[in-house]
């Protein structure tokens, strides 16, 4: 992150690029960030449910809600 970038700004350069999401539950997705909002509401395509480093289930399109979000980061 630069100097100056802001949060938001950070998810913004990230969009169109593969993306992992952890939930407050521990669960985490894997997906191709399409889409997010000032709430870190985030939408993703091609979205994978991951357990232990494994693909459990291929999701599709996903939209989570930004307050069960506690990371998101480059795969």
């Not at 952890?22 to 709430?39: M, N």
């Not at 993703?44 to 693909?55: I, P, R």
């Amino acid at each position: 992150m630069t100097e100056n970038a802001r949060p938001l700004d950070t998810l913004n350069a990230a969009r169109n690029k593969r993306v992992i999401v952890e939930l407050k539950s521990g669960k985490q997705f894997v997906g191709k960030l399409k889409a997010f909002d000032i709430h870190v509401n985030v939408s993703l395509n091609d979205a994978e449910e991951v357990v232990n480093g494994e693909t459990r289930r291929k999701m599709g399109a996903l939209f989570i809600r930004g307050d069960t979000i506690t990371l998101i980061s480059p795969e």
